[in-house]
């Protein structure tokens, strides 16, 4: 299956929302995001500061796109005083519910190239399903896994044991190509 990556921006809001209100709780968000503004503009820039805590609204989020939709988006977290990069997903609710796989292959990929260009130290992915852990392994197969409990689990791994070979086999295995400024990508097998 082919997806695209795109940045998110104003015209996007409503489906943001949805998919936020849908997956709030599994990324560990403690309400949904209400609307507060009238204004599209400022609307965004409040979802903006919703997700991201009020630390990192100059941040992007990231739509993608398979089979002539949208099928949720991510968000890469970054932690740029530690050099600390992570993720969260969220699935728009008529997605399938497999879209979560697609969604963290993509932030992984995008993840990695994005660390990798910026000098990040660590990367960090928590996962609430052992199938997701099983296929950001199949990119980062020395991850370390944390299990804190059978719904939580936190992938690890410093980005100086990132094999950049086997990255780089990953990305012809899967498709990607023409990555824009943004780390945006498209993949025909993902």
């Known amino acids: 299956m082919c997806i ?10 409503q489906f943001l929302k949805e998919c936020f209100n849908h997956c709030h709780e599994i990324n560990d968000y403690a309400n949904y995001f209400a609307v507060r503004d009238a204004d599209p503009e400022t609307e965004f820039i409040s979802f903006q500061d919703h997700l991201f805590g009020g630390k990192l609204v100059s941040q992007d989020i990231i739509i993608v796109h398979r089979n002539n ?3 949720g988006f991510f968000i890469q977290e970054l932690d740029e005083v530690n050099m600390h ?3 969260a997903t969220f699935t728009h609710p008529h997605a399938c519910k497999m879209s979560a796989i697609t969604l963290g292959l993509a932030a992984t990929i995008r993840g990695i190239r994005y660390g990798l260009y910026h000098n990040y130290k660590y990367i960090e992915f928590n ?23 059978k719904e939580y689990v936190i992938l690890f791994l410093e980005f100086e044991k990132v094999d950049k070979e086997y990255y780089q086999k990953c990305l012809s295995t899967y498709g ?6 943004n780390f945006c990508f498209k993949a025909e097998n993902i």
């Not at 695209?4 to 809001?13: F, G, H, I, S, T």
Request: net charge negative; charged share 30%.
């Open 4 to 13: 695209e990556l795109r940045v998110a921006n104003q015209n996007d809001l």
């Open 85 to 87: 990069l992570g993720g």
């Open 127 to 149: 996962v609430w399903h052992p199938v997701l852990s099983q296929n950001v392994k199949r990119i980062l197969p020395n991850l370390k896994e944390y299990i804190l409990y």
């Open 69 to 71: 939709r949208d099928i």
């Open 176 to 181: 990607v190509r023409d990555w824009d400024e």
